[in-house]
């Protein structure tokens, strides 16, 4: 089965530095999201695209957060500078479209020290 | 404000019982509903769905019920396994705006032996 693929799995940073994560959707998935976990808590939102697009960003930190999918299809999300806040799980996820399940990779552990 | 609530943070159930996961809504506009598994340092696997016109979807162990008045949904899982032991998160879509699942927080299952 097709996997959406994330790298680094884990990243360690220092507080003020950048931070940059990579995601591959399934191949033929034109949705694709970025969302942050915290530790007992569920996924939130970050930014969503629909091809190159960005559909939503309203809960995506712009001071600090960016985010493109230049050729509509892998995606980075960077974060300059980190803060301790901002150690998380980020999940990248793809989907065929609307009211279709959400495909998750396996996610980038971030811990800024 | 938590739009999608699941108020038990663990439940524990015996293995080959029914093990009965919670979740409350409170925006209207949810109309598809979705439930994701999640095993420690792996993102979430979609595992079974149900859209608002519906009260009732069924797959193998796993049954989800919809109760729009109430405003409730609930998971049953029916025998419970040892690899059933994760963490469940209920999600919903949005009939307008952006697309993004919105998630609770989380129920603990530990499948006792």
């Known amino acids: 089965e097709a996997e959406v693929a994330q790298s680094p799995r884990y990243k360690i940073t220092e507080k003020s530095q950048a931070v940059a994560f990579w995601c591959d959707p399934i191949?033929?998935?034109?949705?694709l999201y970025w969302y942050r976990q915290i530790l007992g808590q569920g996924p939130e939102l970050l930014v969503q695209?629909?091809?190159?697009?960005?559909?939503?960003d309203s809960q995506l930190p712009k001071d600090r957060f960016s985010a493109e999918r230049l050729k509509g299809v892998d995606s980075t999300l960077k974060i300059q500078p980190a803060e301790l806040g901002d150690s998380a799980m980020y999940l990248c996820?793809?989907?065929?479209?609307?009211?279709?399940?959400?495909?998750f990779g396996n996610g980038t552990r971030l811990t800024v020290t | 404000d938590q739009q999608v609530k699941q108020n038990s943070p663990s439940l524990s159930v015996q293995e080959g019982r029914i093990s009965i996961l919670n979740c409350d809504y409170t925006?209207?506009?949810?109309?598809?509903f979705l439930w994701y598994k999640k095993y420690p340092a792996e993102g979430p696997t979609f595992l079974i769905s149900?859209?608002?016109?519906?009260d009732k979807n069924e797959d193998g162990r796993f049954t989800v019920f919809l109760n729009k008045s109430a405003k409730h949904l609930s998971l049953h899982i029916v025998p419970s396994q040892p690899g059933d032991s994760a963490v469940y998160f209920c999600?919903?879509?949005?009939?307008?705006?952006?697309?993004?699942?919105?998630f609770g927080k989380g129920t603990h299952l530990i499948i006792q032996p």
């Open positions: 999600a919903a879509y949005s009939g307008g705006g952006a697309d993004g699942l919105t």
């Open positions: 191949s033929g998935h034109a949705t």
């Open positions: 149900i859209s608002s016109i519906k």
């Open positions: 925006n209207s506009m949810f109309d598809y």
């Open positions: 996820a793809s989907s065929l479209g609307r009211s279709e399940p959400l495909h």
């Open positions: 695209f629909q091809d190159e697009s960005v559909v939503d």
